[in-house]
């Protein structure tokens, strides 16, 4: 199991800027696919971003793209979420969550759904005022 603390959250005006932090530690997550997911009040958690274990693979919602830059440092065990043109629909708890350990033959896959996602951080909240 790995364990997962998310940072960086706060309270921003729309078109601002905030950067999510994701520390983990515990076993070794440097083959784990890496994910973030967000829940707004009243609405199912939903998928934001992914990375895979290797760095060299991403993807995202399409709500996001464009937006948000998602990053990893298997070396420090962190991974970064850059939030950029913040719209008030953005606010949500946010969450970084890790995939169990994959294969080499998986180090560029990404995952989308909350199901792939073995570990979860407990989230750090994210307003954006309009």
């Known amino acids: 199991q790995v364990q997962l603390v998310e940072s960086g959250g706060g309270v921003v005006q729309a078109g601002g ?33 992914a990375i895979s274990w290797s760095g060299d693979s991403t993807e995202y919602a399409d709500s996001v793209k464009d937006r948000f830059t998602i990053s990893r440092d298997n070396a420090k ?10 719209k008030p629909e953005d606010t949500a708890v946010y969450y970084c969550a890790a995939t169990t350990q994959r294969a080499y033959y998986f180090r560029s896959f990404t995952y989308s759904r909350l199901n792939e996602y073995a570990d979860w951080g407990q989230g750090t909240q994210v307003t954006v005022s309009s």
């Open 77 to 86: 065990n962190t991974v970064n979420l850059e939030m950029n043109s913040l």
């Open 17 to 49: 800027s905030l950067r999510l932090s994701c520390a983990a530690s515990g076993r070794t997550f440097s083959r784990s696919g890496m994910g973030w997911f967000r829940q707004a009040p009243g609405k199912e958690r939903e998928f934001v971003a």
